[in-house]
């Protein structure tokens, strides 16, 4: 199911590309975004930095900024790019950070829904 993920991370990156407009949201914004599948034990990162944002593979020694923890169909449901089933899949997911980095992931994912 990892795979599943994975593209759905792909599509956020290519959507967040599309929308030029929300360019000025992620600028300056360098955070890593570490996602955690409970039920599959999967390990993530979604990167934000000033090349852009990419994702791979969440490695012990990388340290994130804001954390993302849920069962794998929550976090896909985070992802999908579909508001409604966004705000349903938010309340399963836990996020550990500062509210700035948090309010900043929420307004991105929103942003770039479909």
Partial sequence: MAFGLVQLLDEVIFRLQ??????PVTS????????????????????FTREGTLHQEWKDEDQADLVLQGKERSIQM??????????????????VGTCRDQL????????TCK
């Fill in 18 to 23: 599309q929308k030029k407009h929300l360019g």
């Fill in 104 to 111: 900043k992931l929420d307004a991105i994912l929103r942003l």
């Fill in 28 to 47: 300056g914004w360098e955070r890593r975004v570490g996602i955690i599948t409970e039920d599959t034990k999967c390990r993530w990162q979604l990167m």
């Fill in 78 to 95: 985070l992802f999908a790019g579909d508001e409604m089933i966004y705000t349903m899949a938010k309340q399963q997911v836990k996020m």
